[in-house]
Every structure is written in C-alpha cells, then in structure tokens.
C-alpha cells in the first residue's frame, strides 16, 4: 500500500495529542516502573542507588507480597464468573417484556453510579455482627452468629461480593446490547421447531453471545486487579491481611511506606500479571473480528 | 398433565419474581442509605416505620465538610476530562479508521495497552510524572492520566469504520475538507456512541479515589469522593446516619441523572453496539 | 562544628527576623496541616481558633490545610517537604516521630526556643506526652490532641447484673468475671449482649499496648530501634485478650470493628468497651443510660497508652516564619485553649494548668468521668514509637488479628512478628 505524504502528516497531527499522553502516562511509566525497580528508595542521607534484584528479593522474601498474590486470585477468580453469570442473568431478564423493567433496569444499574468509598460503609453495615442485615437475617433462620468481615476465612468472601455487586449491573448493560442484536426470526424459528426456552438459550442466544462473554471477562479480570476502593474503608486490607490485594499492598509501600523501590518492583508484578490477560486476550479473541 | 401455555405462564412468574429478588438485593444498599439518612442515630438498625423523619443528618453532613468545594470540584473535573476526551478520542479514531498513514497498525496497537493497562495501576510512577509537572495537588493533576482514554479511541473507531464512505464521497465532492467530513458527517451518525461513553466516563471519575487521594492535599482541590473518605477514618467510630445522609448527597446527580435518561442511556448504548 | 555554625547562623538569623517583623507590612504565612481524625464539626473549631489568633496577632496569617486522616496527613507532608514545598506546622501521630526526624523532615522546637519562659513552657505538658515527642534530648513534638483508652461500662447493666453500678472492674480477673457475668443470651443461644469489647481492627496495636502494659511489659525501647513482642508477657495479654471471646465467650468472636464498637456501646448491645478518651464527648451526648469511665484493668500495675497528635515544625523555613509559627503553637497549647479543646471533644488537656481553669472546672464539677482519662496519665507510657513507625505497627497488628481470628497460634504469631520487626529495624541500629 502506498501512503499520501500529506495524509500521513494530517493523520499524525490528529492522532498526537491523544498518543503523546497515552505515551506520558501509560508506556513511559512502565518503562519507568521497570528502571526504577532496580534502584533503591531515597532516603534524606541514602541516595537512590542500583541495587540489582535486592527490591525482588525483599519482595519474594515477604509473606504478605505471596498472600497478596493468592488473595488477588482468589478474588479474580470469585468475581469474575459471578459478575459475568449476574450480568447475563440481568440482560435476559429486563430484555424481555417484564413487570417493571426500567424499575429493575435502574435496580440492577445504581452500584455503578454511588461512590465505592462511601457505599462501603454501608456494606460495614450489613456485615456487621449481631445487629448487622446480614446476621439479623441469619439468626431469623437460627443460624449460628457469624462475624463476616472480622474472619480471616470470610472477609475476602465478602469484599468479593461487593464486588461482584458494584460490576454485575455494568456489565448487564453490555449483554443487554448484544441482545438487542440478535435477530428475533433465529429464536422465533426454533420455537416454531418445539425447542424449548432453555434450548434456545444454550444453543443460539449463548454462542453468538459468545464474543460479549469474552470482552466482558477481560475486563472483569482487570478490573479484579484495580477495584481495590471498598478495601480500604471495609477492611483496611485485614484481618491478617486477609483481604489485602495487589493494588491495596502498592498502595501500602508505595504511600504509607513511601518505599518507591518496593512500589516499583510491585508495580512490574502487577503489569506482568496484566500482561498474562493480555496475552489471554490475544490468544481467545478472533483479533480479525474485533480490532479490525 | 400440565399445558406448555400453563407451564410458559409459570416459568414466567418464576421469572419475574427472580427478577424482581435480585433488584431488591442490588438495590438494597440504596434503600438502607435512604432509610438510615432520613432517620436519627437510633433507629439506623431497626426497621420502625413510625420513627419519625429527619433532615437533620443532611445538615450535619453538610456541615461537617465542605461540600459545596468539592461539588465543584468534581463538576469542573468530570467535565473537563469528558470534553478532552471526546476531542482528543475524536480526532484519533478519525485518524485510525479513515485516514491510511504510516505506522498506523502499530501505534494503534500501542493505543491499545492502555485497555489491559489503566493509569490506576501505574500510581507511583505517575505521581513522579505529576510531581516533575509541578502539578501536584491541581485538578488537572488529576485529570491528565485519564484525557487520552483508550477505550475511548477504540470504540469511536469501531463507529467510525461502520459509517458507509458513500457519505463521506458526498461531502467531499462539495468541497468538504476533512475536518468538515469529521464534523458533519461522523460526528453526528455518532451520537449514541458519544452518550454512551459520555455517561461511562463521567460515572468513572465521578467515583474515582484512589489516584485523586493520592495527588491532591487541599480541600481546595479535592473532589467528592476523596472528602467522603474523611467520614469512615474517624476516631469516634461510624455514624451511619451521616455517612449515608453525605452518600446520598454525593451521588444524588448521577442517581438523578440516570434515574431521568435511564431509557436513552441504554438505548444508546444498544444502538452504540458496545460490545 | 558544621551544625554549631548551622545553629548559629540560624538563631542570628532568627533574632533578625524577630526584629524585623514588626516593622515589615506584609502579613507571614503560617501554613498548617491538620488531619481530620474527629467527628462533628472539628475542623470548625480549629477554624475559629485561627481566626482569634489571626485577630490576636495581627501580622500572621494562618492557613489550616484539612489533608485526611493521620496517614494521608503524614504522607502529604513528607511529599511537600520533599517537594521542597515545607508546610510550617503539621499535627501529626506522637508516634510518627522517629518516621518524620529518620526523614529529616521536622527541626527541634529547641532551634526556635530563646528566652527562658520559653524553656519553661516545654515543662508544662503532663511528662507521659513528653515522652515519645523527644529524639535524643531534643523536642520535636508539641502535644495537642492527646488521648488514652479507657474502660466505659454501661451502669444500668451493672445493675442489672447484680454489679456495683458505680465500680467498674478494678483488674484483670474482675474484669473477666463482670464481662461473663454481664453476657445475656437469649432461649436460642444466641447473644443478645456482650460483656466486652476491645476493638481489634482499627488501632489495635494501641489497644493491645494497654493490656501489655498493664501486665507490666514494654513493647519498645526508648530509642526506637527495638521492639519487644516475643516475651512471655506479651503472649500472656494476647491470651488474655482472645480468651474473652474464645473461652469466655464474652466478648464477639473475630476482629471487633474499631468504627462500630461505640456504636455498639450506645445502643446497649455490649456492657463495657476500651475506646478512646477522644470519644467522651460522643458518648455523653448520645448514651441514654448513665455510664462510668475507669483506668483500664491492671494486671500487675495500672497502665496505658497516650495516643494522638502533636504539633510538628518543618524543616527548611524561613527563621521569620519559625517565630511566627511558634507564636501560633504557644498560642494554640496554652491552658485555656487546652480546657476548651478538651472540652469541646474529650481529647485529655495536655497540661495540668488546663484542669485549673474556671472552664474545666466547671466542666469536671457535674462530669467527673472527664477527669479519668487525665489520672489514667500518671501510669500511662508513649504508644509504640519506633523507626518506620507504619511499617512496625502492621507487623503488631497483623500478629494480634491473626491470633484473635484463630489462624495462627500466639507463639508463632509473635515469633514471627518479631522476625519481621527486626528486619525492618536491622538498619536504624
């Protein structure tokens, strides 16, 4: 192909105020966190110095960057499926005629426009011991009295699910789109053909859905790794660190610490780890269909 | 033996009961912000419909932080990054989907990192950039990561590249140059995908914390939800009443606001064919 | 030699400033960071007292900058002194003391102080606030808003229970026998009121630095570079403490919600908790039942903590704003205004002057749970102050939540812990 030298100079005008940003604030940093992963954090009478590995090695050596790591996954690996689940669940059900539907349209959407940092503290409420929604709930039915968000076994569980509540409904949105695409005659045939509501599911509406799935999973997956706000307000990261994730731990280092090397070092694992989805990405997605 | 319409009728009452379960859950948070906001201390954890209203947690609130700074603060932001980004995400879609250049394919593809990327993971090295800037604790400061958004590019490129060139032969034999085309012609058949995003991003950075908690110092400059994290870090422990009286007041413009083009917001989105 | 010219220098400069400052038209700038940590309309107050200052001193005007909570504060100032962009003052956690002189962010009020009544004014403040405000012989930290923990407990409950309404418990022993004689279930089984509650997430190395100390143990040395956490002692108050819920089960299973626990007291569902003193004014207000505050519990001895903030100088500022920054600390700290801090928000008054003011007296007359706090001082040690403050308090708190939430054995929690704090403190020796 060949190209219009002027087209070219027109077409680069266009596109660099939105490149050179991306550039400042996107690839420059990552170069950068790599560099600065290699030099130590300055102190007022210890300058910055190459160090090599050493802020790998600190950080390999601390059970709370492995914890870190396992919580992280675990709170990926909770979310994820179960706000893609939710979300499909929301889109079949407000794209049909239903009692109600912009009333649930808005139910299902509100987590996405209320403040994580303030709702978080109703969720304190609801996880609350005793008195809490929750376990007023639970002892209605007469279980035995649960201490949610002061248990290392249950306090993960329950910043996953706000999770899962604060995404669900904005991923709903994306499903309810693609429904809209589907054209009615493929579903109104097969049940002309006696298939049932659940055959028509599984074998029509969910592949072609398929490409929405997989775009709406990618996300999930990185948002698992930089929705960290109802952390800091329902846990701080605790019990035990139970709930402490990757972001939540840079955050630590990097500015309660101020231990830039550490930060930088966490920082690479964290890009390694988006990395990984990339990756994913570009071996799951047809990249002719969708980048083209 | 049970009809197909008989059991079309229960499946349905399944349905819509499931459905209206799971909108009472996702909406309960609201609905105890509501109750708790409007009610003293006292009566935030018992169900008592007789316990007289209050506005007084509102006032409180209200008072305790200064509230109409970072309303205005968080206005100017989430506006001034939404119009940023629609020219700057604009001008470079239009450049990606119709204008054959050199090195297309790959800065495209350099464009794309910032979708698995976001700025929010970058913190440290991005305040040392703020901070060289000498732009620590500005408004801009917080809103620079953000102007050139990815997802932005990408999504008006995919309109973009659906737009018949047909029409775009037709402007250009009157005459049209190319910003002309854009203007008239992409711009307006984009619409939806415009709102769409538009809602997406100010939603964003309406609730955004962690990156303006970090940058900003001064009350002068901080936005809402960073004033809002003042309430859960205090020595005297929670007060609900007033946490979900400064929630509600925090959030009421977007609730509002969707609650108003709730029917628009999602249509645009169908006909913007996110997906 | 270098930092005697430095001095010199310094305090020449300063004598000129002074001098001058009359004569000069332009108003000084004093620029002060406050972490907003209390509820209510706190920053209002310092608000008013910046304007009577203003009003008082003509010629200096102060800038209150609301930065967040004590660890936001403490990061902001640190990045603008970095920034070479210095506030004057900050009031900022006793504890961070060694954080922010390791950081060479803060100078001694000792530069700035000249005549003799200025000395003088140093040995005012109660000596348990002076204790972790000073690095090798010299003041950094002006104590302000102080506090301790102490016990609250619900008298109507005593009552109810067969209690001396008007006794909390005296020590340890006492403490546990009220708290499972003050535990109600109902037909279920279940709960439906707690004996106690020592919040365990959310300030909890400070909590657990009151029942340490009370069992006669010191988790820090004076230099900071040494912590004592597997010791005997140590291990005893952590059993002590999980014992309550886990053999007693009069206390909640799990970490206790800091934010939640006053709440908790308030609305009758727990008997007695340990909060801060900072929280008086809070349960006056709102408690409908009448309540008493005691000393925590001892063990061996009485003891706790003294927590909160104190009024820090920043490095790098000119020798004119040094003097009017002090003007402004001496200002703020002086009795009266102690008497009416403490009053307006239950912090302790710093000084034994505040408690002889008409104000406080007339206070303390029909509130004598105000006064607890204040003798509580005379047992009371600095709250763990080490090099690396923060990083220190997480290996404290991440030991005791593991053992509160039964994931770790008290042994291996604290010999971990102590591992971990050695490490951090290997290079400050």
């Known amino acids: 192909m060949t190209y219009k030298p002027q087209t070219t100079i027109t077409a680069w005008l266009l596109v660099m105020p939105a490149v050179a940003l991306l550039g400042m604030f996107t690839h420059v940093p990552m170069i950068g966190s790599v560099l600065h992963s290699f030099y130590s954090t300055e102190r007022p009478r210890r300058p910055s110095r190459f160090v090599g590995l050493d802020n790998y090695a600190a950080m390999l050596d601390d059970p709370i960057f492995w914890k870190a790591l396992v919580n992280n996954l675990i709170y990926a690996l909770g979310s994820v499926p179960f706000s893609i689940a939710l979300a499909l669940a929301m889109a079949l059900f407000v794209n049909e005629r239903i009692t109600g539907r912009g009333f649930l349209r808005l139910a299902y959407f509100t987590p996405t426009v209320m403040p994580m940092i303030a709702v978080a503290n109703i969720w304190i409420f609801f996880f609350t011991p005793d008195y809490g929604l929750i376990e007023q709930v639970s002892q209605f039915f007469h279980f035995p009295a649960h201490n949610w968000l002061g248990s290392t076994n249950t306090a993960l569980f329950c910043v996953t699910l706000v999770a899962v509540w604060k995404e669900a409904g904005f991923f709903m949105i994306f499903y309810l789109a693609a429904l809209q695409q589907i054209p009615n005659d493929l579903k109104e045939a097969a049940r002309l053909e006696g298939a049932s509501g659940w055959a028509i599911f599984s074998q029509i509406t969910f592949p072609l859905l398929m490409p929405t799935t997989l775009f709406i999973m990618i996300n999930a997956l990185i948002n698992a790794f930089r929705v960290v706000d109802h952390i800091f307000v329902m846990t701080g990261g605790g019990p035990n660190n139970a709930t402490t994730v990757l972001l939540f731990r840079l955050y630590e280092i990097g500015f309660k610490y101020f231990d830039h090397g550490q930060a930088s070092a966490l920082s690479v694992v964290l890009l390694a780890v988006l990395g990984m989805i990339a990756l994913g990405q570009f071996l799951l997605f047809d990249r002719k269909v969708h980048y083209q | ?275 | 030699m270098l930092t005697f010219n430095r001095r010199l220098f310094s305090a020449m400069a300063l004598a000129l400033g002074l001098a001058a400052t009359p004569a000069m038209a332009a108003d000084v700038e004093v620029r002060f960071y406050y972490p907003v940590a209390v509820g209510g309309p706190v920053t209002k107050i310092i608000d008013d007292y910046a304007a009577s200052f203003e009003k008082e001193h003509p010629g200096i005007k102060i800038k209150p900058v609301y930065a967040g909570d004590y660890v936001q504060t403490l990061g902001k100032a640190l990045t603008a002194v970095k920034g070479g962009d210095s506030p004057e003052l900050a009031i900022l956690l006793a504890a961070d003391l060694m954080t922010l002189t390791d950081d060479d962010a803060v100078i001694p009020f000792d530069d700035v102080l000249k005549s003799n009544a200025d000395k003088a004014w140093l040995g005012g403040f109660y000596p348990a606030f002076m204790e972790n405000a000073r690095v090798k012989g010299k003041t950094y930290g002006i104590p302000f808003q102080r506090s301790t923990p102490v016990l609250y407990w619900n008298k109507d409950m005593f009552k109810a229970a067969g209690l001396d309404p008007d006794q909390g418990p005296k020590n340890w022993d006492e403490m546990r026998e009220f708290a499972k004689k003050l535990t109600k279930k109902d037909a279920s089984g279940a709960v439906t009121q707690w004996g106690i509650e020592i919040p365990s997430d959310g300030n909890t190395l400070w909590l657990f630095t009151g029942l340490t100390t009370t069992n006669g143990v010191r988790l820090n040395n004076a230099e900071g570079d040494k912590v004592t956490i597997d010791h005997p002692k140590v291990a005893e108050a952590l059993n002590y403490w999980y014992n309550l819920s886990k053999v007693d089960g009069a206390q909640p299973s799990g970490l206790i919600n800091w934010g939640t626990t006053p709440r908790d007291f308030i609305e009758g569902r727990t008997a007695m908790i340990w909060h801060t003193t900072g929280n008086l004014t809070n349960v006056r207000t709102n408690a409908k039942f009448p309540f008493g505050v005691a000393f925590l519990p001892k063990n061996s001895q009485y003891g706790a903590p003294t927590g909160g903030g104190n009024f820090y100088m920043f490095k790098g500022i000119s020798a004119e704003k040094q003097a009017a920054a002090l003007t402004f600390v001496q200002w703020m700290t002086a009795p009266e205004r102690a008497a009416d801090w403490s009053i307006k928000t239950g912090y302790v008054a710093t000084q034994p002057a505040a408690y002889e003011t008409a104000a406080m007296k007339a206070y303390t007359a029909d509130f004598q749970q105000a006064i607890v706090a204040r003798d509580q001082l005379q047992h009371a040690v600095p709250e763990v102050t080490v090099h690396d403050n923060q990083r220190v308090t997480k290996v404290f708190n991440d030991a005791v939540q593991a053992v509160i939430t039964g994931s770790k054995s008290t042994e291996a929690a604290l010999k971990d812990a102590q591992r971990d704090a050695d490490r951090i403190l290997k290079e400050f020796k």
């Open chain 2, 1 to 275: 033996m049970i009809s197909s319409q008989q059991t079309g009728f229960i499946a349905r009452i399944i349905n819509t009961a499931a459905a209206w379960l799971l909108g009472l859950v996702w909406l309960l948070p609201l609905l105890f912000a509501a109750w708790a906001a409007f009610h003293t201390s006292a009566n935030t954890a018992k169900l008592d419909f007789l316990a007289p209203i209050t506005l007084s947690n509102f006032a409180t609130a209200w008072a305790a932080a200064p509230f109409a700074r970072y309303f205005m603060n968080t206005a100017l932001l989430v506006t001034g990054i939404l119009i940023a980004q629609f020219i700057l995400c604009t001008l470079a879609a239009f450049a990606f989907a119709r204008l054959p250049f050199r090195g297309r394919e790959a800065l495209f593809s350099l464009v794309l990192i910032q979708l698995i990327v976001a700025p929010d993971i970058l913190l440290v090295e991005n305040y040392r950039t703020i901070k060289w800037l000498g732009l620590v604790d500005t408004l801009p400061a917080i809103a620079l990561p953000y102007l050139a958004s990815a997802f932005g590019i990408f999504l008006l490129r995919q309109t973009f590249k659906t737009i018949p060139t047909e029409l775009e032969d037709a402007a250009r034999v009157e005459g049209c140059g190319w910003f002309n085309i854009l203007w008239r012609v992409y711009v307006p058949l984009a619409k939806p995908v415009y709102l769409a995003y538009g809602l997406v991003s100010v939603s964003w950075h309406w609730n955004n914390f962690l990156w303006p908690l970090i940058i900003t110092n001064s009350v002068e400059n901080r936005p809402l939800t960073v004033g809002l994290s003042v309430f859960a870090s205090l020595d005297q422990g929670i007060d609900w009443s007033i946490i979900t009286a400064a929630t509600l007041l925090s959030s009421s413009p977007l609730l509002l606001g969707f609650f108003l083009f709730q029917r628009q917001f999602v249509q645009s989105f169908i006909r913007a064919g996110i997906r």
